[in-house]
């Protein structure tokens, strides 16, 4: 009887198992750590990635980890250490604050080591948001996904710097590779979305929420609109209606209906990026790691950015893409006009190779994968 000897056994805590970047993160780290000869277990309220963690060689525990109510992440702390005595895991890494609470007490109650991951760029304005963020500080080791995060949680959550580990976010360059997308599904997706032939295709790939830049877009693009462009925005449209509403208003009242197209979410951005001249992402607020960014540039694109948050990282400026100003109207029309006539097709191509390269460097999932499993050996 052959017997397997595993190495750490690392329990990660999220609130579900949708197809978005913390999530879709965990999956990534399950995958490696059992290839690595890990014990991987995942705890969730379950989700459309859940078979996909199955496939992975990891266990999946079904745990209401989604929830705010105090009683339930009581509760939850209770499940989660029995977990954790019946498993014998090692360290419990949580990506999210409402799991965090009841992670912290898991943790604490069977003395194991707590690991947190501070993903995003959390409101802070009153003391009890402040105290509510905080929990996601309190890790053994803390990972932010940018050096951007890092000063922040440094500056505002008094984090010593001994005990943040930078690993910006990877993603599958097999998947985001140009060279994969043949020439009959570029044809295929050209009809799909409408896409004039012999015309410049700008790619804005974001949620209809007011901080991602929209509105800032569409002005920008009515400054140039005797300019041949055809602009495609694409992501949910169905969490904030009103706004998409009023996105939509703002393209009529232009009269920009034949220039600017909305579409849901897609599973299928490779290609629409494959299509695309220009990206953009023109957050108005500063983000702590922005995936289009270097999906873009793993896809060998144009890419026109806020030079706030962690863009200042991701791209360097006139080199791998653009930064503008956000929120800057002009900036933007201006920008996107040089690369429209100005910007040579030589200097284009150098662009978009360096843009590749530096992803291929920095921001690969294997990176990502192997310094989180850095990290797990630390403790």
């Given at each position: ?16 198992l ?6 879709r993160?965990?999956?990534d780290?399950?995958?490696?750590l059992v ?9 969730s ?11 992975t ?6 745990v ?6 105090p ?8 499940i989660l ?9 090692d ?19 069977t ?9 995003g760029?959390?409101n ?6 402040k ?25 505002y959550?008094n984090?010593p710097e ?8 990877g ?9 994969n997308i ?8 050209q009809?799909?979305?409408?896409i ?36 495609i925005?694409t ?8 706004f998409?509403?009023e996105?939509?208003?703002?393209i ?6 034949s220039?600017?197209?909305?579409f849901?979410?897609?599973a299928?951005?490779?290609e ?6 220009i ?12 995936r289009?960014i270097?999906?873009?540039?793993a ?5 026109i ?10 791209i360097?400026?006139e080199?791998?893409?653009f ?12 920008k996107i ?12 191509q150098?662009?978009?190779k ?8 920095q ?16 403790l």
């Amino acid at each position: 009887m052959s017997i397997t000897y595993h190495k750490k056994t690392i329990l990660q805590v999220v609130p579900s198992l949708v197809n978005v970047g913390v999530e879709r993160s965990t999956i990534d780290i399950a995958n490696y750590l059992v290839q690595s000869g890990y014990k991987s277990l995942v705890a969730s309220s379950g989700g459309v990635l859940l078979e996909q963690l199955n496939n992975t060689g990891s266990t999946h525990y079904l745990v209401n980890t989604a929830s705010k109510n105090p009683f339930v992440i009581w509760y939850n702390h209770t499940i989660l250490s029995d977990i954790i005595k019946q498993q014998k895991v090692d360290i419990i890494h949580v990506r999210s604050r409402a799991p965090a609470f009841s992670s912290y007490l898991a943790a604490r109650k069977t003395k194991i080591k707590f690991i947190t991951t501070f993903h995003g760029f959390y409101n802070f304005s009153t003391l009890i948001k402040k105290m509510y963020n905080s929990i996601l500080v309190k890790g053994d080791i803390v990972i932010v996904v940018s050096n951007f995060v890092k000063d922040h949680i440094i500056k505002y959550y008094n984090v010593p710097e001994e005990k943040i580990r930078v690993i910006h976010r990877g993603i599958d360059l097999e998947y985001f590779n140009p060279k994969n997308i043949s020439q009959k599904k570029l044809e295929q997706y050209q009809a799909m979305y409408n896409i004039p032939k012999d015309t410049c295709v700008i790619l804005l790939p974001a949620k209809m929420t007011k901080r991602k830049g929209h509105e800032v877009v569409i002005e920008a693009l009515n400054a140039i609109k005797d300019y041949d462009f055809y602009c495609i925005m694409t992501g949910d449209i169905l969490s904030n209606r009103n706004f998409t509403n009023e996105i939509k208003k703002k393209i009529m009242h232009y009269k920009l209906q034949s220039k600017i197209q909305i579409f849901g979410s897609t599973a299928h951005l490779p290609e629409l990026y494959a299509l695309a001249d220009i990206v953009l992402c023109p957050s108005i607020e500063p983000e702590a790691f922005s995936r289009v960014i270097v999906e873009a540039q793993a896809m060998e694109k144009v890419i026109i950015a806020s030079n706030i948050g962690s863009t200042m990282e991701t791209i360097a400026d006139e080199v791998t893409g653009f930064h503008i100003n956000a929120s800057d109207v002009q900036d933007l029309s201006e920008k996107i006009k040089y690369v429209l006539l100005n910007l040579t097709s030589n200097k284009m191509q150098t662009m978009r190779k360096q843009a590749r390269q530096s992803t291929l460097l920095q921001f690969s999932l294997q990176q990502m994968q192997s310094k989180t499993l850095s990290v797990y050996n630390e403790l």
